[in-house]
């Protein structure tokens, strides 16, 4: 009963860390992938006024209703991915999942895109959580920390070892919370945006200014607005800040 790559989380003492990050106070909790319910059977216990669970195999939705009988009505089986966040209330949401991790960062974004995302506790490789957290000028830092954190607050919870999954994956892993934050843009001004920072990264190796101009970016444009912005012709984009970006991105759209 095992498909889609799964790792089931079978760790005691990190599946009640995980549960105890949601706040009592959330009303409309979703749980990405439940699998064989390890932290589903303890958000059952929270009593929260909405429960639901989103998952993309049949056999483990017939498991989970045959041994939670609590879960009629509060499992739907669909690719998170593919799923329409719409149909749920619209109301404040918070998400819990140990993420696939071939679709984290998918997962992660949509979520974080949703008008009604009010925090989430996710479990990720421990490679994509330090990208995750990553600051400019770090390792690993790029367009997955800087779409991330601009718009959400995220923290490191646990760290999670190989043994704490069966079957055991080949990689160590980690648990982030993400705290809900004023995002600066808007809907129609975040595609423009995550646009512009990942030209930024397009091409390694390249300065700011080149990987930019390569992508499409108009020359003169490009080099006005780093110069206002006080960004140096010889910069990296790891080397750039969020705010950093963000003063980019008005200058080029003013």
């Known amino acids: 009963m095992r498909k889609y790559g799964q790792h089931f989380l079978i760790n005691a003492s990190v599946i009640d860390g995980i549960v105890s990050a949601v706040p009592a106070s959330a009303r409309n909790v979703v749980e990405i992938g439940p699998g064989r319910g390890?932290?589903?059977?303890?958000?059952?216990?929270?009593?929260f006024a909405r429960f639901t669970a989103v998952e993309i195999d049949p056999q483990m939705q017939t498991f989970l209703l045959e041994a939670f009988p609590a879960m009629k009505g509060k499992i739907i089986l669909s690719d998170f991915l593919k799923f329409n966040l719409a149909s749920l209330p619209q109301e404040p949401t918070f998400f819990v999942?140990?993420?696939?991790?071939?679709?984290?960062?998918?997962?992660?974004?949509?979520?974080?895109?949703?008008?009604?995302?009010?925090?989430?506790?996710?479990?990720?490789?421990?490679?994509?959580?330090?990208?995750?957290?990553?600051?400019?000028?770090?390792?690993?830092?790029?367009?997955?920390?800087?779409?991330?954190?601009?718009?959400?607050?995220?923290?490191?919870?646990?760290?999670?070892g190989k043994a704490c999954f069966e079957p055991p994956p080949k990689v160590e892993?980690?648990?982030?919370?993400?705290a809900k934050i004023v995002c600066p843009l808007d809907a129609v001004q975040y595609p423009h945006f995550a646009r512009l920072v990942k030209a930024?990264?397009?091409?390694?190796?390249?300065?700011?200014?080149?990987?930019?101009?390569?992508?499409?970016?108009?020359?003169?444009?490009?080099?006005?607005?780093?110069?206002?912005?006080?960004?140096?012709p010889t910069a990296r984009a790891e080397e750039i800040a969020l705010e950093e970006f963000l003063q980019i991105f008005a200058l080029f759209n003013q």
Do not use: C, W
């Not at 892993?173 to 993400?178: E, G």
């Not at 390249?206 to 490009?222: Q, R």
């Open 38 to 47: 390890a932290l589903t059977q303890k958000l059952l216990a929270g009593n």
């Open 97 to 160: 999942s140990n993420l696939p991790y071939i679709d984290a960062a998918d997962i992660l974004d949509k979520v974080l895109s949703f008008a009604h995302f009010d925090g989430a506790v996710f479990m990720f490789q421990k490679e994509q959580a330090q990208r995750i957290l990553a600051r400019a000028g770090t390792e690993g830092y790029g367009p997955l920390s800087i779409l991330t954190q601009l718009r959400a607050q995220p923290r490191l919870l646990l760290r999670v």
């Open 173 to 178: 892993s980690a648990v982030l919370t993400f």
């Open 200 to 232: 930024s990264f397009a091409h390694k190796r390249k300065t700011l200014f080149n990987s930019l101009v390569l992508s499409g970016y108009n020359k003169n444009k490009t080099q006005e607005a780093l110069a206002q912005a006080g960004i140096k």
